[in-house]
């Protein structure tokens, strides 16, 4: 088996794999002010940002060009590769994973496993490190598929966002509508549930929603039977990261904790400020 691992532009790469040879990455369309931009590669986090603030229109992404995807699959194939593991961000925030579901078998002699990863940015970055890990190591495509299924399984994230109107304008959190009108004094946290976005609790003040999400990734932590590494993902939110990077490095000394940032594509949805705190096993 010569196998090829494929992703998309949403998850946050390790440093370490970020040139693997057999890596590649899918860049994902994001809209602004009807100027369509690839994530990653004509568009980063920092410009992004900066555009956000400046834009006429409420930014908008899409699924990844088609023929693009097709043609990546094709000089893989024909490079030598007989199986490709495409892991990409959560079924309920893009319908990607379906639309490789419809073509995996448009290649005679080419396996293509699509992965969701009901998940998106480090954490699916992190299932990516394993899977080419995996297979640097020798391990057969069973192997890495039942080890994928076990870190979605064991993958835990909470969001706390400024605004919650990038996630209901956008479509993206069940229930959304409903929640804005009582949030005056409410600070929402946020979590995903089969891949979809939706309300985990009503805080009363945003340190004490950072206070009980730095908990539940705890408590989380404690019932997995391995070792897990924590999060801090933030959407150009540096400094409220690092003081959560500190925080959950003092009540949890034994962990890892690493900070990442929400590229272009998720920071459309969840909007600026954004703050995410999540654990995944290694």
């Known amino acids: 088996m010569k196998l090829a691992v494929v992703t998309d532009s949403s998850a946050v790469l390790p440093e370490e794999i970020q040139n693997h040879p057999d890596l590649s990455v899918i860049p994902i369309p994001v809209i602004i002010d009807g100027q369509s931009y690839s994530e990653g590669q004509d ?38 590769y007989d199986t490709i593991i495409s892991i990409h961000l959560s079924a309920g925030i893009s319908g990607f994973v379906s639309t490789l579901e419809a073509i995996k078998d448009e290649f005679p002699g080419l396996t293509i496993v699509p992965f969701d990863s009901k998940i998106t940015s480090m954490p699916m970055g992190n299932m990516v490190k ?46 959304g509508a409903a929640l804005l009108g009582g949030l005056l004094k409410i600070k929402p946290i946020l979590t995903f549930v089969e891949g979809k976005i939706v309300l985990f609790e009503k805080i009363r003040s945003s340190k004490k929603a950072f206070t009980r999400a730095e908990n539940i990734v705890g408590e989380k932590a404690a019932a997995i039977d391995q070792p897990v590494q924590f999060f801090v993902i933030h959407a150009n939110n540096l400094p409220v990261a690092l003081e959560e990077q500190a925080k959950l490095q003092a009540k949890y000394p034994e962990a890892q904790v690493t900070i990442g940032h929400f590229g272009p594509v998720i920071g459309t949805h969840l909007g600026e400020k954004a703050i995410g705190i999540a654990i995944s096993p290694y």
Do not use: H
Not at 46 to 75: H, I, R, W
């Open 130 to 175: 394993a899977a080419l890990d995996m297979k640097d190591k020798g391990a057969s495509l069973e192997e890495i598929k039942n080890r994928l299924a076990y870190i979605r399984d064991n993958v835990y994230a909470y969001l706390i966002v400024d605004d919650l109107n990038n996630l209901v304008r956008g479509g993206r959190l069940t229930n």
């Open 43 to 80: 568009l980063e986090a920092d410009e992004f940002y900066a555009m956000l603030n400046t834009s006429k229109e409420f930014p908008k992404t899409s699924q990844p060009v088609l023929g693009e995807v097709l043609a990546l699959y094709e000089n893989l194939q024909k490079a030598g």
